[in-house]
């Protein structure tokens, strides 16, 4: 049996549009685009050219600093487009699809006679070795590092996440497969819910977390079981990224294909889809976004995600496509002054805390408030179940002290960690943005 670990603090933000546990397949995408800018830490050299013939896993573009580490393309076809911005930034390669599909083969291995340098190696030549993210900093891993454990959450409690339990409906071989071939790397961590049928799960120590978002958040589970040090490094990966890894392994193919939810209260039939990395957004909300109001997309959650639009690219990390008001069109006479039982908010100033706790909300993207000067008034330390002062460290990165933000945590943090803190926030302090540069600053700084 795992143990279990209690989370107190925290929030669940109950909103309306959670997905139907039904799945179906998404409309295939004319062309498939892989955004580099969903690898962060990462410096693209494209390793391909405009009108190039490609297979599901050839590589479209590598890490300039280790080129062993490939981002491979999800489907075969022609490369129709490498995007660039300002100072020919690689915005996007992107691929249409050819209508028969070929895949690299890779060749099928037994993960049990594989040594942890073949393991590696299969990794980094799939492609997959890129879905790493290691701490501190929050940035693609070094396959040069050996991790001290390598952390997996099956625990989704964000608004409006994917379901785990549906995303691994029969994907469990190559779920255990996947956690098989990381044992190999090094020790393997798994949060998971109580009661979960992966509380089975074999070559790993697994450990069930129960409370309030955002106990599913792989920082926190780490914090609470092997917490990072100065100097140690650990890797995190996701729950469904260890399945594109298991059927690496048991096909010897790379299928990029995710069980996603498309959610919101601005999505009229609530769903999971599976969809390639890549896909068009467009082709995955088709028709089923309302049309009545102003609508935000957003390519993830509604506390971590990115606002996008049906002309991008689902991002290669991505569980989610989210859809709520905007709320530009709102007119509220004398709204500070009603009672908002429909309003959502931590604070009695809003008479929503007299509603039934599963009561589901509307929330819009609109601010609702200007930036005002950050206080120490708590809230951040409410919601935020890991042993770090969040206020005292936001501090520290604003004014750039990085022996205090040594001293406050920084190592253990991603951007992810502070969503709730910055749902809370009456200062309407962009947190997760603030912990980003603090990251990127503390590692430019150790380089």
Same mark, same amino acid.
């Given at each position: 049996?795992?143990?279990?670990?209690?989370?107190?603090? %925290?929030?669940?933000?109950?909103?309306?549009? *959670?997905?139907?546990?039904?799945?179906?397949?998404?409309?295939?995408?004319?062309?498939?685009?892989?955004?580099?800018?969903?690898?962060?830490?990462?410096?693209?050299?494209?390793?391909?050219?405009?009108?190039?013939?490609?297979?599901?896993?050839?590589?479209? $573009?590598?890490?300039?600093?280790?080129?062993?580490?490939? $981002?491979?393309?999800?489907?075969?076809?022609?490369?129709?487009?490498?995007?660039?911005?300002?100072? &020919?930034?690689?915005?996007?390669?992107?691929?249409?699809?050819?209508?028969?599909?070929?895949?690299?083969?890779?060749?099928?291995?037994?993960?049990?006679?594989?040594?942890?340098?073949?393991?590696?190696?299969?990794?980094?030549?799939?492609?997959?070795?890129?879905?790493?993210?290691?701490?501190?900093?929050?940035?693609?891993?070094?396959?040069?590092?050996?991790?001290?454990?390598?952390?997996?959450?099956?625990?989704?409690?964000?608004?409006?996440?994917?379901?785990?339990?549906?995303?691994?409906?029969?994907?469990?071989?190559?779920?255990?497969?996947?956690?098989?071939?990381?044992?190999?790397?090094?020790?393997?961590?798994?949060?998971?819910?109580?009661?979960?049928?992966?509380?089975?799960?074999?070559?790993?120590?697994?450990?069930?977390?129960?409370?309030?978002?955002?106990? %599913?958040?792989?920082?926190?589970?780490?914090?609470?079981? !092997?917490?990072?040090?100065?100097? @140690?490094?650990?890797?995190?990966?996701?729950?469904? @990224?260890?399945?594109?890894?298991?059927?690496?392994?048991?096909?010897?193919?790379?299928?990029?294909?995710?069980?996603?939810?498309?959610?919101?209260?601005? +999505?009229?039939?609530?769903?999971?889809?599976?969809?390639?990395?890549?896909?068009?957004?467009?082709?995955?909300?088709?028709?089923?976004?309302?049309?009545?109001?102003?609508?935000?997309?957003?390519?993830?959650?509604?506390?971590?995600?990115?606002?996008?639009?049906?002309?991008?690219?689902?991002?290669?990390?991505?569980?989610?496509?989210?859809?709520?008001?905007? %709320?530009?069109?709102?007119?509220?006479?004398?709204?500070?002054?009603?009672?908002?039982? *429909? !309003? $959502?908010?931590?604070?009695?100033?809003?008479?929503?805390?007299? #509603?039934?706790?599963?009561?589901?909300?509307?929330?819009?993207? &609109?601010?609702?408030?200007?930036?005002?000067?950050?206080?120490?008034?708590?809230?951040?330390?409410?919601?935020?179940?890991?042993?770090?002062?969040?206020?005292?460290?936001?501090?520290?990165?604003?004014?750039?002290?990085?022996? &205090? #933000?040594?001293?406050?945590? +920084?190592?253990?943090?991603?951007?992810?960690?502070?969503?709730?803190?910055?749902?809370?926030?009456?200062?309407?302090?962009?947190?997760?943005?603030?912990?980003?540069? %603090?990251?990127?600053?503390?590692?430019?700084?150790?380089?």
């Amino acid at each position: 049996m795992a143990n279990v670990i209690k989370i107190t603090k %925290g929030l669940n933000i109950n909103l309306k549009g *959670k997905a139907a546990a039904q799945v179906s397949a998404a409309p295939a995408s004319k062309v498939y685009g892989l955004v580099p800018d969903a690898f962060w830490g990462m410096k693209p050299k494209v390793v391909v050219k405009e009108g190039d013939d490609v297979k599901a896993g050839d590589a479209l $573009f590598v890490n300039k600093q280790h080129p062993e580490v490939k $981002f491979v393309s999800p489907v075969a076809g022609k490369v129709t487009l490498v995007e660039r911005g300002d100072r &020919r930034k690689v915005l996007s390669v992107q691929v249409e699809a050819a209508a028969e599909q070929a895949y690299v083969d890779f060749g099928k291995k037994d993960v049990k006679s594989l040594t942890s340098e073949q393991v590696k190696e299969a990794l980094l030549e799939s492609g997959l070795f890129g879905f790493f993210i290691q701490r501190p900093y929050a940035v693609v891993a070094d396959p040069n590092d050996t991790p001290k454990g390598i952390f997996v959450s099956a625990i989704a409690d964000m608004p409006l996440a994917a379901d785990i339990d549906v995303v691994m409906k029969g994907n469990e071989a190559d779920f255990q497969t996947g956690i098989s071939a990381l044992a190999k790397l090094a020790k393997v961590y798994l949060g998971v819910k109580p009661g979960s049928a992966l509380a089975n799960t074999k070559d790993a120590e697994v450990t069930a977390f129960s409370g309030k978002c955002p106990a %599913g958040n792989v920082g926190v589970q780490i914090n609470h079981v !092997n917490p990072i040090n100065k100097g @140690e490094v650990v890797w995190t990966i996701g729950a469904e @990224e260890v399945i594109f890894i298991g059927r690496l392994f048991n096909t010897g193919k790379v299928n990029l294909t995710r069980t996603i939810a498309v959610a919101g209260s601005e +999505i009229k039939e609530p769903q999971y889809k599976q969809v390639l990395i890549g896909a068009k957004i467009g082709d995955i909300v088709a028709g089923n976004v309302k049309t009545e109001q102003k609508v935000r997309i957003i390519d993830g959650n509604p506390l971590t995600g990115m606002k996008t639009s049906e002309n991008d690219f689902l991002l290669a990390h991505s569980t989610e496509v989210s859809a709520i008001p905007e %709320g530009d069109e709102a007119n509220e006479l004398f709204g500070w002054i009603a009672p908002r039982l *429909k !309003n $959502f908010s931590v604070s009695r100033s809003y008479f929503s805390w007299l #509603m039934p706790k599963n009561k589901e909300y509307v929330l819009d993207a &609109r601010v609702k408030g200007g930036h005002r000067h950050m206080i120490f008034s708590g809230e951040y330390e409410s919601v935020f179940p890991m042993d770090i002062y969040p206020e005292q460290l936001v501090k520290a990165i604003i004014a750039g002290d990085i022996d &205090r #933000m040594e001293a406050l945590g +920084i190592y253990e943090v991603a951007p992810e960690d502070f969503a709730v803190a910055e749902f809370v926030d009456s200062s309407k302090v962009e947190l997760q943005r603030i912990v980003r540069e %603090g990251l990127d600053m503390l590692r430019k700084e150790n380089e």
